[in-house]
């Protein structure tokens, strides 16, 4: 990080020095003449982003009433069309003068049928069908005596007034096919109960109307929009199928179910090779016509969208560049009036610097502050004069001086060396404890303390070991205190040398040791600490002919959040110091269990 912010440093220290280094090769009418040209630039920038911001902003609420319009508008002229479809196979069902015709002479109902079909030929198919599903009558005789008691449509409209969704055609699709090349005819189907004289269900009167009749109305409402608008519209069922548009795309129905809440809702689609702003309408049925849940879809394309915005911008850059030229050039020449006196100042300084005959320079005119200035050197040159002769005086008083100040600064540098190593070594005094060279509790406790403080603000986790030499007193009774010394000493050089360099140990006392692991789970400090312990049990400490063998107690503690401090965490660890030696010392216990048994357990 630190050689990061170097870097950096000596970056802007290079891009300084070569703006200067530039600026130093430019004249001040030059720099005058650029300086008007960028804040020109500037300001047009400016308000070309602050118009693009405004006429995009305007564009788009333009746009969006727009598409909610065409939206709209198409989805008004479908409910208008299904209800007049509904309505109309309805009124044929439910005619009084055709009760007696219907299951009775197949050419009379034949013949009506067709005539309706010649009144709107977007009636692919128009039967009627008795109430065992089978065609008595249709136009020009298709599927006649053919049954239908499984189809949708006839199921529905034997209980009730039926709309049905867009579909394939299944029995239709060959008989209406004037060519294999043909798309495939797809339907919406209405369906109605037939009742004859007596009020009995005399079969069902159905409706196939070709899809294309939808198509035809989206291009009579596209045909109404500006051709530079480049709107486009979709239809889409519940699902987000689309039922006019691509076939491999489909509609969010989250979307969908939006605009059916709403009646209408506004969104960008980036699904597509270009950004469009889209309006998503539902249809709301009308009458007795209850609605099949579509939705159209209105797009047009961000691009579009912005044209006008983009051409406004365009202008207004091209203007400002003119603006920007101009007001260069006026800049340019009144910067000369303006520079051609401190050009010849300047001159006149140069030859009082290069020839000692010159000792002043002439008065320069054009402004107030070119006068001031001329003034102003003309006395400085004066003075300069008089400061040579005293310069020469005062050298020798100088060098005098400095050698003084050498000296002192040598002897303040040697005490102040000698000032630092006295206090390493009082600081390695204060922070090591005299008898194994290692940490005391003073010093131990900033390491713990970090540790801590990581753990709050990381979730790093750390382990806190107190050992303690079991019946440390009966070593001191029998072998002496010089060799319970000893025996500390080499229980200081085991943990030391058995731990990481990253983790801590100190004598906190006594025989009592503790050690700081950091970056280590429960398995880890168990697993470390009964390592310590079985070596400490191996050890043999040699005094004098004596060979003593000494174990360990150890407690272990996890820093966590019950703890309230790092204190808490140490006195876990004691108490379970505690539970190690009354439950028999030489082993290791971690929250009041043994980690043989922990062991066990798991």
């Known amino acids: ?33 650029l300086v008007t040209a960028v804040t020109c630039i500037a300001a047009v920038g400016i308000a070309a982003v602050g118009a693009a911001m405004v006429a995009k902003s305007g564009a788009q609420a333009n746009a969006n009433q727009q598409l909610q319009t065409l939206a709209r508008n198409m989805a008004d002229r479908l409910d208008q069309h299904m209800f007049e479809r509904y309505r109309e196979i309805q009124n044929i069902a439910s005619l009084g003068p055709l009760q007696a015709v219907w299951s009775k002479d197949a050419a009379a109902t034949r013949g009506i049928l067709e005539q309706l079909q010649m009144s709107l030929p977007e009636y692919a198919w128009l039967g009627f069908a008795t109430p065992d599903g089978i065609v008595h009558a249709a136009t020009k005789g298709m599927l006649e005596e053919v049954s239908v008691a499984q189809r949708p449509w006839f199921v529905d409209g034997l ?15 060959k008989l209406l096919r004037t060519s294999p090349d043909e798309a495939p005819f797809r339907f919406v189907d209405v369906a109605m109960p037939v009742f004859d004289s007596n009020q009995e269900l005399a079969g069902v009167l159905g409706a196939h109307m070709s899809w294309t009749w939808a198509d035809d109305v989206r291009q009579t409402v596209l045909t109404s929009q500006n051709e530079e608008s480049a709107a486009d519209l979709w239809i889409a069922a519940k699902d987000g199928s689309l039922l006019i548009g691509p076939a491999d795309r489909k509609v969010d129905p989250s979307l969908l179910a939006q605009a059916a809440k709403s009646n209408d809702v506004l969104f960008m689609d980036t699904s597509g090779a270009a950004p469009m702003l889209a309006a998503a309408v539902a249809t709301r049925g009308q009458g007795d016509y209850p609605g099949l849940g579509w939705n159209v879809i209105a797009r047009m394309p961000v691009s579009v969208i912005y044209a006008p915005a983009n051409q406004l911008v365009l202008q207004i850059l091209l203007l400002g560049g003119v603006v920007a030229a101009v007001a260069s050039a006026v800049a340019w020449t009144l910067a000369g009036s303006v520079t051609n006196p401190l050009r010849a100042l300047a ?9 000692t005959d010159v000792t002043s320079v002439e008065r320069q005119h054009g402004s107030l502050d070119i006068l001031k200035l001329s003034a102003a050197v003309r006395s400085l040159l004066r003075r300069v004069g008089t400061a040579e002769s005293v310069q020469m005086t005062n ?39 005299g008898l194994t060279g290692l940490l005391n509790r003073r010093a131990f406790l900033p390491f713990a303390e970090d540790a801590w403080s990581y753990y709050n603000r990381y979730d790093r986790p750390f382990s806190i070991l107190m050992f303690d030499i079991d019946h440390f007193k009966r070593i001191n009774d029998t072998y002496g205190h010089a060799a319970g010394d000893d025996v500390i000493r080499k229980m200081g050089e085991i943990i030391s040398a058995g731990i990481r360099t990253t983790d801590k140990v100190a004598r906190f006392g006594g025989e009592e040791f503790v050690v700081l692991l950091r970056e280590t789970d429960e398995t880890s400090a168990s697993m470390m600490a009964n ?24 407690g272990c503690a996890l820093g966590s959040s019950a703890a309230r401090d790092l204190e808490d965490v140490i006195h876990l660890a004691d108490t379970a110091l505690y539970a190690a030696k009354s439950g028999g010392r030489n ?16």
């Open 1 to 33: 990080m630190m050689g990061s912010s170097k870097g950096r440093r000596h970056h802007m220290a290079i891009s300084s020095w070569s703006f200067q280094n530039v600026r130093n090769k430019m004249t001040i009418r030059l720099q005058v003449a």
């Open 347 to 355: 001159d006149s300084l140069d030859l009082v610097g290069r020839q």
């Open 531 to 554: 390592r310590l312990r079985e070596q400490i049990a191996r050890t043999v400490v040699i005094v004098a002919e004596h060979r003593i063998s000494f174990t360990t107690s150890v």
């Open 159 to 173: 209980k009730q007034p039926t709309v049905k969704d867009v579909h394939d055609a299944k029995l239709l699709d």
């Open 395 to 433: 050298a020798a008083t100088i060098d005098t001086l400095q050698r003084e100040v050498a000296d002192q600064k040598k002897e303040v540098e040697q005490k102040i060396m000698r000032y630092g190593a006295d206090l390493h070594a009082l600081q390695l005094l204060a922070d090591t404890d």
């Open 587 to 602: 082993r290791v216990v971690m929250d009041g269990v043994p980690t043989e048994g922990r062991r066990a357990a798991a």
